[in-house]
T-cell receptor
Framework: DAGVTQSPTHLIKTRGQQVTLRCSPK?????VSWYQQALGQGPQFIFQ???????QRGNFPDRFSGHQYPNYSSELNVNALLLGDSALYLC?????????????FGSGTRLTVV | AQKITQTQPGMFVQEKEAVTLDCTYD???????LFWYKQPSSGEMIFLIY??????QNATEGRYSLNFQKARKSANLVISASQLGDSAMYFC?????????????FGDGTTLTVKP
């Protein structure tokens, strides 16, 4: 049973560019959440998608946007990249009917902005 | 707003001994969930244990137990019989429950090193 799959694993981009990160949730999960984890810090909530809609959003600018497809997979898009966007981006999947269960996380995408 | 505080940046423990990782939280929500995750150097966060705010008993999962003291707003993780593979970063997190369940708030983590 595959867990959460994220691609790519590593990415280097230049300031001002745009990037798309992808996530396939664990089989049977319907909710996808995205987190940004800076070095030495805990993950920060970006947003959560359920039924192809953004359900909740953290304190991130509109440069961060997302999408969820009918098969529950999701994308995170970041426009006009800044050096401060360099971080590990984690995708987490869950079941909306089981909010008390922990997330299943992917291994993340390490984004470096130069 | 929810807040998680982990005051121990790093902890050391001898193999086979028990260790407690501290976590305090702050929230105005009457109903919430508390979680612990393990993050090895590979980066993938692994869910360890969950405690609901209305649960009367402390949660246990194998060698992991959660020492929940609601009045003190603490949710410490206890790992018994530490193993070398327990060396990792540990994060305490909180999530609202109910129909607004979504965002989880994480602490900044504690790095645990198990010595042979």
């Amino acid at each position: 049973d595959a867990g959460v799959t994220q691609s790519p694993t590593h990415l280097i981009k230049t300031r001002g560019q745009q990037v798309t990160l992808r996530c396939s949730p664990k089989s049977g999960h319907d909710t996808v959440s995205w987190y940004q984890q800076a070095l030495g810090q805990g993950p920060q909530f970006i947003f959560q998608y359920y039924e192809e809609e953004e359900r909740q959003r953290g304190n991130f600018p509109d440069r961060f946007s997302g999408h969820q497809y009918p098969n529950y997979s999701s994308e995170l898009n970041v426009n006009a990249l800044l050096l401060g966007d360099s971080a590990l981006y984690l995708c987490a999947s869950s079941l909306v009917v089981l909010p008390n269960y922990g997330y299943t996380f992917g291994s993340g995408t390490r984004l470096t902005v130069v | 707003a929810q807040k998680i505080t982990q005051t121990q940046p790093g902890m050391f423990v001898q193999e086979k001994e028990a260790v407690t990782l501290d976590c305090t939280y702050d929230t105005s929500d009457p109903s919430y969930g508390l979680f612990w995750y393990k993050q090895p150097s590979s980066g993938e966060m692994i869910f360890l244990i969950y405690q609901g705010s209305y649960d009367q008993q402390n949660a246990t999962e194998g060698r992991y137990s959660l020492n929940f003291q609601k009045a003190r707003k603490s949710a410490n993780l206890v790992i018994s019989a530490s193993q070398l593979g327990d060396s990792a970063m540990y994060f305490c997190a909180m999530r609202e429950v109910g129909h607004n369940a979504g965002k989880s708030t994480f602490g900044d983590g504690t790095t645990l090193t198990v010595k042979p």
